[in-house]
């Protein structure tokens, strides 16, 4: 499966976003899909992630304000960013995920960018 992100940009502290992560070569259901992030000068660290199975994991800094689901029929799975935060500006990748490891290239990501 290729993914790619999409829907960054520029929000203020306690703003909302929705990210958007797009399939082609194989189904989202088939697949597990996180998205993770970078912030400069950090590592890449782990949102969200859900599994084939429908369950989901999220990172504690993130838990409550974000979500992560599924759009089968458009074969997509977004990531709904409420009540952002400065903290909350990075670089957004989604991959697939394989067992609970990221699994091939990380693509480009889509930058979230968010105001004090």
């Known amino acids: 499966v290729q993914l790619q992100a999409s829907g960054g940009g520029l929000v203020q502290a306690g703003g909302s976003l929705r990210l958007a992560c797009a399939a082609s070569?194989?189904?989202?259901?088939?697949?597990?899909v996180g998205w993770y992030r970078q912030a400069p000068g950090k590592q890449r660290e782990l949102v969200a992630r859900?599994?084939?199975?429908?369950?989901?994991e999220y990172a504690g800094s993130v838990k409550g304000r974000f979500t992560i689901s599924r759009d089968n029929a458009k074969n997509t799975v977004y990531l709904q960013m409420n009540t952002l935060k400065p903290e909350d500006t990075a670089v957004y990748y989604c991959?697939?995920?394989?067992?609970?490891?990221?699994?091939?290239?990380w693509g480009q990501g889509t930058l979230v960018t968010v105001s004090s």
């Open positions: 859900t599994y084939s199975n429908g369950n989901t």
């Open positions: 070569g194989s189904s989202v259901s088939l697949n597990g």
């Open positions: 991959i697939k995920i394989v067992g609970s490891w990221p699994f091939g290239s």
